[in-house]
């Protein structure tokens, strides 16, 4: 099962009280990213909705690729990936 570096803006890293280098394991991307939230349970309902889906203003990247446009967080990992998680910001 790899593991995969997770890249969160510094906005919840202060939130999550966290430092270093941080990552979750799995072989998908909703497995790393359960992983991940199991080490820093704060982020959950920061990032995903009752659901269990992300929040429509959180972005996640497996590596250059919005998760968005793959056809679910069902999609595979490999060791050397990395997931970038942004929130998206809008107003008037």
């Known amino acids: 099962m790899p593991t995969v570096p997770v890249h969160i803006p ?4 202060h939130i999550a009280g966290v430092q270093g280098p941080l990552s979750g394991e799995g072989d998908t991307v909703r497995a790393v990213l359960t992983d991940f939230l199991d080490k820093v349970p704060s982020l959950r309902v920061h990032l995903f909705d009752e659901t269990g889906n992300l929040r429509p203003h959180v972005l996640c990247f497996l ?3 919005n998760t968005r ?3 679910s967080l069902e999609e595979p990992v490999r060791e050397g990936d990395e997931l970038t998680i942004l929130q998206a910001v809008s107003g008037g």
């Open 63 to 65: 590596n250059t690729t």
């Open 69 to 71: 446009w793959l056809d």
């Open 10 to 13: 510094s906005l919840l890293v």
